[in-house]
């Protein structure tokens, strides 16, 4: 698999050969549009609560380890 280095470099190689300016004017458009996005998550009211809870668990140190989370959820599926 090409490191993120290699494909960076492999489309530069290819963009410095374009010589169609409408084609570069949109490929500028796109590269400029999606590194500007940023996906904005709306989170439901039930999931605020939930986001809510696990903060007071963590302040009131109700935490257990993953090693621990892990162990649970086998017993869990173990009893399926």
């Not at 490191?3 to 960076?8: A, E, G, L, P, Q």
């Amino acid at each position: 698999m090409a490191t993120v280095d290699k494909i960076r470099n492999g489309l530069i190689d290819k963009i410095l050969t374009i010589r169609n300016k409408e084609f570069l004017g949109a490929l500028d458009k796109l590269i400029s549009s999606s590194a500007s996005e940023t996906d904005i998550v709306k989170l439901s009211d039930e999931q605020k609560q939930m986001l809510q809870m696990s903060e007071e668990d963590i302040e009131n140190g109700r935490l257990i380890s993953q090693d621990e989370m892990e162990k649970r959820n086998l017993e869990w599926l173990n009893t399926m």
